[in-house]
């Protein structure tokens, strides 16, 4: 069996462990947002260090933010695996990931905003759009 640190390595948050075993079959444990400087967001949080059609399930430990927040994210760049995790857990990440949506849909017009007005028109980035 192989183990991928993919986060919360050096640091606390964004739980993501890629655990592929000897027949090939892949199992991430945990897919969580990274929380921490602005500069490393969209370095740890718009990409993953794998494939993720690839991995043939995934196995959330627990509800926290930091643990399952990536998980919409996984699902729109491929994964198509089985999502294993406690009823709790299921139950609490129904509520958090669609209120986390609401949150994403205002940051990215906030940013949008806070771009345009920077830059006056000329984006030196794109604009930001929620998933």
Do not use: W
């Not at 990274?34 to 959330?60: R, T």
């Not at 669609?98 to 905003?113: H, T, V, W």
Request: charged content about 30%; some cysteine.
């Amino acid at each position: 069996m192989k183990i991928q640190f993919c986060g919360a390595a050096r640091t606390v948050t964004g739980s993501s462990h890629l655990l592929t075993l000897d027949n090939g079959y892949k199992i991430l444990l945990d897919c969580g947002l990274y929380q921490g400087y602005e500069d490393d967001l969209e370095k740890f949080n718009e990409h993953f260090y794998f494939k993720p059609a690839e991995v043939d399930c995934l196995i959330l430990s627990h509800a926290h933010i930091d643990h399952t927040r990536k998980v919409p994210r996984f699902v729109k760049d491929g994964f198509t695996g089985r999502i294993i995790s406690t009823h709790a857990t299921r139950s609490l990440c129904a509520i958090m990931l669609l209120d986390s949506a609401k949150i994403q849909e205002r940051d990215a017009e906030y940013e949008n905003r806070r771009r345009a007005k920077k830059k006056k028109g000329k984006r030196k980035k794109g604009l930001v759009k929620p998933l």
